[in-house]
């Protein structure tokens, strides 16, 4: 995707002032303390200095969408570690546009929520996804090179997000959603990966993140048992269609079709491949229990999660855990 390459998305938004500056919401208030002490400069704490050498394995290799295919095994040396190249690039070309979708998130949520303590908390996680944009975008640039372009699925849940007027939905969507997804995700490349500056960037990415999950639900954790029931299935339709198309985010199609592989095929063995499946699944293992404490785990919902192999997750650990984060080793 070129650099100069821009979009224009019609969102309409009812800006809401709170007069009162009340501050009735102590949680919220608490997490805004926190999110200003912790604050982190990339320059200072991130060793961009470090040498990545885009060749060496980034994953132990159980992790491969094609693991143990005949389709893997006919490729020469080279076409394998361009193809691990080239897996490694997408998946943080999708967290880069990700980030950016936060943003802009973010900065909507400081306009649409009621409340200033709300407010105060939605402009620090302005400020940190700007920096994840600029710590993602840096990396790319100066490590790998290249980037792709955002995968369909997540471009769809992003415009699904950044249209809705509605102030819950933003938050359902960007901090129990899409922010849940990538703390589970960060979680797991911080634990597999092999190069010592993505684990460190991923660590100290994740601390915000926490935050972010935690935001979303100090906000909805009482809100939907005030709404009517056929609003609150509503809620629920969008967390069950937003968790496939995030399910679906990680199949690497634009991959497949660059380094010129039969697509359908790589999506299907992607699909099924046990070490992908695994992932896929944990990457619903903050977002389930999140689901759970906001109110939105009904027996229906119950149903779909089970068929799409995520409900094991609705007694996993509180995402308000991870804002404890220990450091990287």
Same mark, same amino acid.
């Given at each position: ?16 002032? %709170? ?5 009735? *919401? ?16 990339? %320059?200072? =704490? ?6 990545? %050498? ?11 969408? @094609? ?14 570690? *361009? @193809? ?11 967290? @880069? ?14 306009? #649409? =929520? ?11 996680? =302005? ?29 769809? /849940? ?7 007027? *509605? ?8 901090? +129990?959603? &899409? ?19 993505? *684990?460190?960037?991923?660590?100290? &990415? ?6 972010? #999950?935690?935001?979303?639900? @100090? ?19 969008? +967390?069950?269609?937003?968790? #496939? ?9 634009? =991959? ?10 790589? #999506? ?19 977002? &389930? ?7 939105? /785990? ?19 650990? %509180? ?11």
């Amino acid at each position: 995707m070129p650099p100069s390459a821009t979009e224009h998305l019609s969102c309409h938004l009812d800006l809401v002032f %709170d007069w009162t500056y009340a501050h009735d *919401r102590a949680d919220l208030r608490a997490l805004y303390e926190k999110a200003k002490r912790n604050q982190w400069l990339p %320059d200072e =704490v991130l060793p961009w200095e470090t040498d990545v %050498d885009l060749e060496k394995p980034a994953a132990p290799e159980w992790l491969h969408p @094609l693991f143990g295919t005949e389709l893997l095994a006919r490729l020469s040396p080279a076409e394998r570690t *361009r @193809l691990d190249i080239e897996l490694n690039t997408w998946t943080l070309s999708q967290f @880069l546009h990700g980030e950016q979708g936060a943003l802009l998130a973010a900065s909507q949520l400081v306009q #649409v =929520v009621p409340d200033t303590d709300s407010k105060c908390y939605a402009a620090t996680q =302005v400020v940190d996804e700007a920096r994840h944009v600029e710590v993602y975008e840096r990396y790319l640039q100066e490590k790998v090179g290249f980037s792709y372009p955002i995968n369909r699925h997540l471009k769809t /849940l992003l415009d699904l997000i950044l249209q809705d007027s *509605r102030w819950d939905m933003k938050l359902l969507g960007m901090q +129990v959603m &899409v922010e849940g997804l990538a703390l589970a995700a960060f979680g797991m490349i911080r634990q597999h990966t092999l190069e010592p500056l993505l *684990r460190e960037l991923t660590h100290h &990415v994740m601390l915000d993140e926490a935050r972010h #999950v935690a935001y979303g639900i @100090l906000s909805l954790r009482d809100h939907y048992g005030d709404l009517p029931e056929r609003e609150v299935a509503e809620r629920e339709d969008f +967390v069950y269609e937003a968790a #496939v198309l995030m399910r679906d985010r990680f199949l690497f199609q634009e =991959v497949w079709e660059k380094q010129g592989l039969p697509v359908e095929e790589c #999506v299907g063995i992607t699909f099924r491949a046990e070490g992908q499946r695994m992932f896929r699944q944990l990457l619903f293992s903050k977002i &389930v229990p999140a689901v759970k404490k906001i109110g939105l /785990l009904s027996e229906r919902q119950r149903a779909r999660f089970a068929e799409l192999g995520i409900l094991q997750f609705e007694s996993w650990a %509180d995402p308000f855990a991870d804002l404890e984060i220990k450091p990287a080793t």
